[in-house]
């Protein structure tokens, strides 16, 4: 089968785009309207997703779709299109000796593409980031979520369709690998592709991937608990970090805990135990919680439990004696998306903030705010955690390029 024309439609579009401000943003308010007035709809082909996933699957969680989290995002949508679009931003502007006037403004990347898994909730957010900001959007959603990304494709171009607009301004590919491959391949169609999903699946993209790619990493997050730190912070911020949405990239995956501290982790990890939190201990920590933690729930942690993104309620523990171990552990096991410190030594903060390596680096607050919306961006596309064009929450912004517009009388370069 041939994806070409999905491409060809998708250039056609942008080439044509020309929407006003005024009509993008009754757009996004009508889309956010629909989801709410179609949520039974959505919730219906919502099910047939997760019919044929385990409950046990960590994507179990991501996949699903309720109310209220269909209210959320209806919510996140018109925060997009509250905000100020970027386009046309001034960066910079000059005059030369020459008089040539030098002006530097946003402009759209063109056709974004993005390949997902088992979520949803990234066919809305493409849709009203790209939309927002002039770009085109081709969605390749992941077969597990089929049903559902479907369904809220053929909602959004029902509105696009009432306002007269191209349905190509938004594409969702079927779902077979080998659209997969096409959209890795669409040189002169597509200028950007987006990974969002596994280590695995951006792994695959980044080595397949003939078009540029802006990673949206996993997320291996570290919390430090100081020898300075506050243990009521701390026990509030662990619990949050961990436990609010385990699904997510956010999500609290290692506690390094100062040894002069060690005393503090039954506390720490009684709110965890509550909610069945497994945990993988090093040595020294496995030796304090052992008979106070259920034993069900505890182990000793092995090599492999450090460095990984468990997306469940599991958790390991790592006991250093200074804040340059704990500096070390992550540096060798980050995946560079959020960290966090909890202290109140404004020595060893500093010291954290200017030295660890990650997209999004925290004091005293949970991890779990690495989001475009908490961030006030309205939505993300990803979290991205490479160094080039974007890092962090990818928003508006984000999803723009600049271009440089020059305009003389005359003038002619001699030299």
Not at 184 to 202: E, K, T
């Amino acid at each position: 089968m041939s994806y070409k024309h999905y491409f060809e439609n998708a250039l056609i579009a942008g080439r044509n785009a020309a929407l006003s401000p005024a009509v993008i943003n009754k757009v996004l308010f009508d889309v956010a309207k629909a989801a709410v007035e179609q949520t039974d709809y959505l919730l219906q082909e919502n099910k047939k997703d997760l019919e044929r996933m385990d409950r046990a699957d960590p994507k179990y969680d991501r996949l699903t779709l309720t109310a209220d989290r269909i209210k959320a995002i209806a919510a996140d949508i018109e925060n997009v299109a509250e905000l100020d679009s970027p386009l046309g931003k001034v960066l910079t502007e000059k005059t030369l000796p020459n008089g040539l006037y030098l002006k530097k403004v946003r402009v759209p990347l063109g056709v974004v593409g993005v390949i997902y898994e088992a979520r949803p909730n990234v066919t809305f957010d493409v849709f009203a980031l790209c939309f927002k900001t002039g770009n085109i959007s081709i969605l390749k959603g992941g077969s597990d979520a089929d049903f559902s990304n479907r369904a809220i494709m053929k909602m959004i171009h029902g509105v696009l369709s009432a306002h007269g607009i191209d349905t190509n301004f938004a594409t969702l590919l079927p779902v077979e690998r080998e659209a997969t491959e096409a959209l890795l391949n669409a040189v002169g169609y597509v200028d950007v592709l987006i990974p969002r999903g596994s280590q695995s699946l951006i792994n695959y993209v980044r080595e397949n991937s003939k078009v540029p790619v802006i990673e949206t990493g996993a997320g291996i997050v570290h919390t430090y608990f100081d020898e300075t730190g506050d243990l009521e912070k701390a026990i509030a911020i662990i619990d949050n970090a961990k436990t609010r949405r385990v699904s997510v990239c956010n999500a609290l995956d290692c506690l390094i805990i100062n040894s002069k501290r060690i005393g503090d982790l039954v506390h720490i990890t009684e709110p965890l135990a509550q909610k069945h939190v497994h945990v993988f201990a090093d040595k020294k920590a496995y030796e304090v919680l052992d008979g106070l933690y259920p034993s069900d729930l505890l182990e000793e942690a092995k090599p492999e439990h450090f460095g990984t993104e468990f997306l469940s309620m599991k958790m390991s523990v790592k006991t250093v004696d200074n804040l340059e171990e704990a500096l070390q552990h992550i540096a060798i096991n980050s995946s560079k998306h959020s960290e966090a410190i909890i202290s109140e030594d404004e020595l060893n903060i500093e010291n954290f903030l200017n030295r660890v390596d990650a997209a999004a680096v925290y004091v005293n607050t949970s991890t779990a705010f690495t989001d475009g919306a908490q961030f006030g961006l309205g939505a993300e596309i990803g979290i991205s955690t490479q160094k080039l064009h974007a890092r962090g929450p990818m928003g508006l912004e984000e999803l723009t390029s600049y271009k440089w517009i020059v305009k003389g009388n005359g003038q002619v370069r001699n030299a």
